[in-house]
């Protein structure tokens, strides 16, 4: 069982940064693989950026790129999404997720997470 927490959500203009947190616990499955996740208004939820707990691999959808970066403590189980030159489309609703140990942990993939947070928003004015 694992259990992960998200905060750091917040408004903000466009060209500012976040940083949202995601603090897990529970079995030691958890530190596989985590990924951050994001459903923009009207969208499917789609894959933003993660990382490997043994090697810190991260990966980001193109998206973000150059703009977003994920890291780890893993001292304190927490991951981190670091969000920079906020835009107005990065606005909705961002989730984390644990990988289930062994998978792929691609993020065009929900079904390779089988835990994940409740949500924080952040909402990116013009």
């Known amino acids: 069982q694992v259990q992960l927490v998200e905060s750091g959500g917040d408004s903000v203009e466009a060209g500012g940064s976040l940083r949202l947190s995601c603090q897990a616990s529970g079995d030691s499955y958890s530190g596989y693989c985590m990924a951050w996740f994001r459903q923009l208004p009207g969208n499917k939820r789609e894959g933003v950026a993660g990382?490997?707990?043994?090697?810190?691999?991260?990966y980001y959808a193109d998206s973000v790129k150059g703009r977003f970066t994920i890291s780890q403590d893993r001292a304190k189980n927490t991951v981190f999404l670091q969000m920079n030159k906020l835009k107005p489309e990065d606005t909705g609703m961002y989730y984390c997720?644990?990988?289930?140990?062994?998978?792929?942990?691609?993020?065009?993939?929900?079904?390779?997470?089988?835990?994940w947070g409740q949500g924080t928003q952040v909402t990116v004015s013009e």
């Open positions: 990382i490997y707990y043994r090697n810190d691999y991260a």
């Open positions: 997720a644990s990988g289930a140990y062994g998978s792929s942990c691609s993020i065009r993939q929900e079904s390779d997470f089988n835990y």
